[in-house]
């Protein structure tokens, strides 16, 4: 079982480029994630989506942009790198959530990027 | 700012101590789930807990959710160099929105030595 897959898993990029990080799921989960993990400051969430077609802000979402455009895949994109966007950039999907409780979160191996 | 904070930060121990993560809540949660992450490897869940006071465990594991729901622990009995990496409790706010939106806490990274 693949479970949740991203790529690339490393990348560098120059201040301004742009990127697009993906992330595939076969577990047929409906909500998606984007994290990003810094030293001390544990996993902060970027957008996430309840859906196909449906995306939402998260805690740290400037700079950043996504899409999910099918079920099964979640687009994380930079439109123009800055060094502060350097990081380990994890994704996750779980099953739909039951009143207050939340559902076991997948996470995919993470993709680290640098930007200089 | 971040909302849900763990102490210490990290932590080092000799094999056959025992361990002890909090994790606290600027505001009250619906419930807690407690991830742990291997060295260069990504977070895999281990728990969830939902009703005040509530306690389980897993093998040399103890996860305890506080009564106001604001803060929960997880304790290891007698560490082994397998217990290494980061500890992650991961919650969602009351007055945070939806229950999709998981929010992590800080983390906790334990180093073991023989």
């Known amino acids: 079982n693949a479970g949740v897959t991203q790529t690339p898993k490393f990348r560098v990029l120059k201040t301004g480029q742009s990127m697009t990080l993906l992330c595939a799921q076969d577990?047929?989960?409906?909500?998606m994630y984007w994290y990003r993990q810094d030293p001390g400051m544990g996993l902060r969430l970027i957008h996430y989506?309840?859906?196909?077609?449906?995306?939402a802000k998260g805690e740290v979402p400037d700079g950043y942009n996504v899409s999910r455009l099918k079920k099964q895949n979640f687009l994380l994109g930079l439109e123009s790198a800055a060094p502060s966007q350097t990081s380990v950039y994890f994704c996750?999907?779980?099953?739909?959530?039951?009143?207050?409780?939340?559902?076991?979160?997948?996470f995919g191996q993470g993709t680290r990027l640098t930007v200089v | 700012g971040q909302q849900v904070m763990q102490i210490p930060q990290y932590q080092h121990v000799q094999e056959g101590e025992d361990f002890t993560t909090y994790c606290n809540s600027s505001t009250t949660l619906s419930n807690i789930q407690w991830y742990k992450q291997r060295p260069g490897g990504h977070p895999v869940f281990l728990i969830q807990l939902v009703k005040s006071g509530e306690v389980k465990k897993q093998k040399r594991l103890t996860f305890q959710f506080g009564e106001a729901k604001k803060n929960s622990s997880l304790h290891i009995t007698a560490t082994q160099t397998t217990d290494v990496g980061t500890y992650f409790c991961?919650?969602?706010?009351?007055?945070?929105?939806?229950?999709?939106?998981?929010?992590f806490g800080t983390g906790t990274r334990l180093q073991v030595t023989l």
């Open positions: 989506s309840v859906g196909e077609g449906t995306t």
């Open positions: 577990m047929n989960h409906e909500y």
């Open positions: 996750a999907s779980s099953p739909p959530h039951t009143g207050a409780l939340n559902t076991e979160a997948f």
């Open positions: 991961a919650g969602k706010l009351r007055s945070g929105g939806t229950a999709s939106k998981l929010t």
